[in-house]
């Protein structure tokens, strides 16, 4: 099945179509069968080339990758920071669940080891669970404020400048 689609697909491709702007789903025969069923429309192909770098200014380019830097260092930081903290708070549990296994021999141990380790896999993936929404939440939340602060300070800047302007 998925080597009669490839074979549509260059069959297709050899016509010498090209795709460009706009195109209907229906154009592509049967190729796209499936997802004409699950999409009624058009399809929207975005090139690259349509975005025009060129307008964005060196302070806004110094923004966009100190942002990316941020978001990368941050996530990861705080990610640490999260887990290594939940880390030592299960091992502490679970070291003081294990110790409560002292007395107990054969089965009864075996049934409290696996409680032990159920209570700490548990808490760990909970901790995980916790840690990356938390680090989500650092790294992303910070961007959009701090851009907007910055395009604060200028809009006030240049309304305090404007002040100055003596009226011709």
Known sequence: MGNRRSQDLETWLHQGRRITGECLLSDYGPVFNEIQTLIHGTIEFIALGTLNMARINGWKRIGIIASVVWILCAWVETYGSVINSATSLISTVNISCDSHLAGKIGAAWDAGLNACD?????????AITEARLTATVVAFVPVPLGWGFVYLILFLIRWVKRGFVQPV
Do not use: G, P, T
């Open 118 to 126: 159920k209570e700490a896999r548990d808490s760990l993936d909970e």
